[in-house]
């Protein structure tokens, strides 16, 4: 876990979620989606999603790290990678635990299969203490790719026991079980807009809404992790 100075660092830099629109044109979004189409090194995890690791200094990325820079101020990658889900993700943060001082996370709608439109969903709450998802009551470890399952909000900062309201739940979040919604308050959402940016907390708890039940059977999009 954390200590007390590790997180205050880290909150020092917390801010709310914000969507930069046209942040990379058309051109950058075919050549993203033509580089992961190409690729031989697609991993396909366990739990559903494809991902391709991406690295800085291989002209994939680098000019969309140096735009960045321009609104968020400096920083190191600690990874990218684009997904292809055909599944939405469920509540989760966006930790690494070799990194005390994790920074931003940055989300880039490349493609989306279907008519609907999908959004990114954020919770007022955070969890500090590595990469977590959510499942709140659960009694059986459910079995996933990388984050820790967590079972118990304890640790979940600034819990709130007012409640989702029902429509917001049935607009975004059917895929989830209420239970696991107990003590989260949504602060934000975001329509996934193609070539948009959307940057938040890495730590901060999100999810995508229920993408399925909104017209839309694939979306693909270029993650980026960052660190101070």
């Known amino acids: 876990m954390r200590t007390i100075e590790q997180i205050s660092k880290i ?10 629109n046209n942040f990379i044109n058309n051109d950058k979004v075919e050549f993203l989606l033509s580089h992961y189409y190409s690729s031989n090194h697609v991993i396909e995890k366990n739990t559903g999603p494809k991902t391709l690791n991406v690295k800085c200094g291989q002209g994939i990325i680098d ?15 600690r990874s990218a990678q684009i997904f292809d889900v055909t599944r939405p993700h469920i509540l989760h943060n966006d930790d690494d635990s070799n990194y005390p001082e994790t920074y931003k996370a940055i989300t880039l709608p490349l493609y989306i299969e279907g008519d609907g439109i999908p959004n990114l969903v954020f919770f007022d709450q955070y969890y500090y203490h590595g990469p977590v998802k959510l499942f709140n009551g659960r009694k059986e470890d459910p079995k996933i790719y990388y984050n820790k399952p967590l079972t ?15 429509n917001l739940k049935t607009k975004l979040l059917s895929h989830l079980k209420d239970e696991w919604l107990k003590g989260l308050s949504i602060q934000s959402y975001f329509p996934w807009t193609i070539g948009s940016g959307i940057i938040f907390d890495s730590l901060q708890i999100h999810c995508a809404s229920n993408f399925l039940d909104q017209g839309v059977n694939r979306k693909i999009g270029l993650s980026i992790f960052t660190k101070k």
């Open 11 to 20: 909150r020092a830099t917390h801010s709310c979620p914000v969507q930069i």
């Open 63 to 77: 000019d969309i790290v140096e735009s960045l820079k321009s609104s968020i101020g400096d920083f190191q990658v």
């Open 152 to 166: 118990d909000y304890t640790n979940v900062d600034n819990l709130n026991e007012d409640g989702i309201p029902q």
